[in-house]
């Protein structure tokens, strides 16, 4: 069973940083494409960051060289370190695992399954 449990939310001003993690089940960590995606009100779901079973990242237009994830094999956890947040990274954050062979940034929330949720609001 694949479990995603995120923290980390918050509320920050914008140019402020904030670190999501999510501590991800045994199995689907070894065997799954992971990442985050996010989801404000009247907006459609948007992959931000996914990194593949060999390490290689992956990263929407819109965050890059702001955000980095990153991943604790040790502890079977996934980070997504945002920087220079702006109000328009408002949105709930979601740690998604999407099975194989399915990978790449548009795929999370779109296929496979995710957790409850972090909330982060970035105020001007």
């Known amino acids: 069973q694949v479990q995603l449990l995120e923290s980390g939310g918050g509320s920050v001003q914008a140019g402020g940083s904030l670190r999501l993690s999510c501590v991800v089940s045994?199995?689907?960590?070894?065997?799954?494409?992971i990442g985050w995606f996010r989801q404000s009100p009247g907006k459609d779901r948007e992959g931000v960051a996914g990194?593949?079973?060999?390490?290689?990242?992956d990263y929407a237009d819109s965050v890059k060289d702001r955000f980095t994830i990153s991943q604790d094999n040790a502890k079977n956890t996934l980070y997504l370190d945002m920087n220079s947040l702006k109000p328009e990274d408002s949105a709930m954050y979601y740690c998604?695992?999407?099975?194989?062979?399915?990978?790449?940034?548009?795929?999370?929330?779109?296929?496979?399954?995710w957790g409850q949720g972090t909330q982060v609001t970035v105020s001007s």
């Open positions: 998604s695992a999407v099975p194989p062979p399915f990978h790449g940034v548009w795929t999370l929330g779109r296929f496979g399954s």
């Open positions: 045994d199995d689907t960590y070894n065997t799954h494409y």
């Open positions: 990194i593949e079973t060999t390490g290689t990242t």
